[in-house]
């Protein structure tokens, strides 16, 4: 089993709509969880870290429930620009002093919008 | 400005041959990781390093080496000895900091002829 599972999609959504993507990480004691965008061909950036509280950016709102262990990104009034892929990303350490940094990455999930 | 620069871009050698892949940042960061991407799949880590003149190997290291002799620099070797080495390559720094965000360079697409 992958240690970050994701649905690689492609997920086909008309401007406007609504969409969520879920992932799913299987270490309980994982601590810090993101979502990355890549484009095609390009490096992956960071569009939000997701907290317990949960957290929203704009259209972007990010959930994690840890009783679960799933992530999720729901992306609101979808723009065209929003096709990417959209890596769900996971740290295992946290933030103390020993923390590598090192990021577990799930494969993706594309996003199509279309006109 | 400040960042991350691979190079180069598009890189083609031939079956047998060794290749260096460049990553500099100029962010001071401490940190500093390398990965592979494959079509359709994740990022899968290679090499990293915590600080200058040490770093550790990651998931996917054989047939890959990689020095830290200045901060700013951490070079990627691949090896005649890597049996699948074409694929897309991504050097990336990590701020400990606020954020704890990695930072990515726009990465080296490597095919072996």
């Known amino acids: 089993r992958k240690e970050v599972e994701q649905d690689p999609g492609p997920f086909n959504v008309p401007e406007g709509a609504t969409v969520a993507f879920n992932c799913t990480y299987s270490?309980?004691?994982?601590?810090?969880f993101f979502w990355y965008r890549q484009d095609c061909r390009k490096e992956p950036k960071l569009l939000m870290s997701?907290?317990?509280s949960g957290n929203e950016d704009g259209r972007f709102t990010a959930q994690l429930n840890r009783a679960s262990q799933y992530i999720s990104l729901l992306i609101r009034d979808s723009k065209l620009s929003d096709s990417a892929t959209y890596l769900c990303?996971?740290?295992?350490?946290?933030?103390?002093?020993?923390?590598?940094?090192?990021?577990?990455f799930g494969q993706g999930t594309t996003l199509q919008v279309k006109p | 400005d400040g960042g991350i620069t691979q190079s180069p871009k598009y890189l083609f050698r031939k079956e047998g041959q060794n290749v260096t892949l460049s990553c500099e940042q100029n962010?001071?960061?401490?940190?500093m990781y390398w990965y592979r991407q494959d079509p359709g799949q994740g990022l899968r880590l290679i090499y990293y390093?915590?600080?200058?003149?040490?770093?550790q190997k990651g998931d996917i290291a054989e047939g890959y080496s990689v020095s830290r002799e200045k901060k700013e620099s951490f070079p990627l070797t691949v090896t005649s000895a890597q049996k699948n080495p074409t694929a897309f390559y991504l050097c990336?720094?990590?701020?400990?900091?606020?954020?704890?965000?990695?930072?990515f360079g726009p990465g080296t697409r490597l095919t072996v002829l």
């Open positions: 990303v996971v740290n295992n350490l946290g933030h103390g002093s020993s923390n590598t940094g090192k990021l577990i």
């Open positions: 270490n309980s004691a994982s601590q810090s």
């Open positions: 997701v907290y317990s």
């Open positions: 962010l001071n960061h401490d940190a």
């Open positions: 390093s915590q600080i200058v003149n040490d770093f």
């Open positions: 990336a720094s990590w701020d400990r900091g606020q954020h704890n965000e990695q930072f």
